[in-house]
């Protein structure tokens, strides 16, 4: 099972770090510093019109999903061939003077302003992240974690407290849990015996978790009732809670510093500038969420 590592987050601004599709590219290639041309070379010409290799990897990244179950070559050609086209419509929309209309004006601005936000706020975030504020988000945390008791258990769940009966009945004339499980629990991890791993208690619903957490190692508790039907519980181990290697968790920290860096710096900019909202009264305007970062724990969902 795998060990969750406690995060805040400012909820508002999540999709701050993630740049999308070509702007995203565009960013990167742009810190990335400039490319010498043996390095981006030019894979065709439309007009006179040059498509190098760079613009087939931002392509690529925008076109994403409809691309994942193409094999290398295959997608390459096709991206390039998309490009080819492109080039030929957009000199044809040119001809016809479509960036002169008002509709395309406020798509380039808000593309332009949007790859703005993007560029600096990943400016921002990757300042943030330095060896020292990681190590120091992961201290905290893991202080959190340490000495928290775990529990490992196994569960069978049935539809109906006659049915739970009926299944401590057996196990108390000397059935095995695990196979039993298999038979009768309609949980999908029945398959596994019931095994749940080892979870922390809210990472529980309150009723399973009260039972598992008061039980010792080898018991099997009398049926349980949750929101997912009723239960039997056989408690294997218990432990006190490690946490993860630095390594182990260092991805999702340095999402996590990135993310809370771009929500302070959202919230001080917004704090010196002049915003009006004139879609409701001045006094039912209230600051947004996203001003300050949530100070709530991320855990996992509660399980069956």
């Given amino acids: ?65 409809s691309l994942a179950q193409m094999d290398p070559a295959t997608k390459d050609e096709n991206v390039l061939s998309f490009l080819i ?22 798509r380039l601005a808000f593309a332009r302003n949007r790859l703005l936000m993007d560029s600096l706020l990943a400016s921002e975030g990757k300042a943030a992240t330095t060896p020292e504020a990681m190590k120091k988000v992961y201290e905290e945390a893991a202080k959190q974690i340490t000495g928290e008791q775990e529990v490992r258990a196994r569960h069978i769940l049935v539809e109906t407290e006659d049915e739970a009966k009926a299944v401590k009945a057996e196990l ?16 999908p991890g029945s398959a596994d015996g019931g095994d749940l791993g080892f979870f922390t208690k809210e990472q529980m619903v309150p009723e399973f978790s009260t039972v598992a957490f008061a ?27 490690k946490a993860p290697d630095f390594e182990q968790v260092k991805a999702q ?14 919230a001080k900019l917004r704090t010196e500038a002049k915003v009006e909202r004139l879609d409701q009264p001045a006094a039912d305007a209230k ?16 399980k069956k």
Wanted: aromatic share 6%; hydrophobic share 40%.
């Fill in 1 to 65: 099972m795998t060990t969750s590592f406690p995060v805040t987050t400012g909820q508002r601004f999540r999709h701050a770090s993630a740049l999308a599709g070509s702007l995203a590219l565009a960013l990167s290639l742009a810190f990335a510093g400039p490319l010498r041309a043996a390095d981006d070379p030019v894979l065709a010409k439309v007009n006179g019109a040059e498509i190098k290799k760079s613009d087939v990897a931002m392509a690529e990244e925008e076109l994403g999903a």
């Fill in 85 to 106: 086209d492109m080039k030929i419509v957009g000199k044809a929309a040119e001809d016809k003077k479509i960036a002169d209309g008002e509709e395309f004006k406020k």
């Fill in 172 to 187: 108390d004339k000397g059935a095995d849990f695990a196979e039993l499980a298999k038979k009768k629990s309609k949980d």
């Fill in 215 to 241: 039980l010792e190692p080898g018991k099997i508790s009398d049926p349980v009732k949750s929101q997912f039907g009723w239960h039997i519980i056989k408690v294997e181990e218990k432990r006190s809670r």
């Fill in 253 to 266: 920290i340095e999402q996590y510093v990135t993310r809370k860096a771009q929500a302070e710096y959202v």
């Fill in 287 to 302: 600051p947004a969420d996203a001003a300050k970062p949530s100070d709530s724990k991320m855990a996992p969902p509660a």
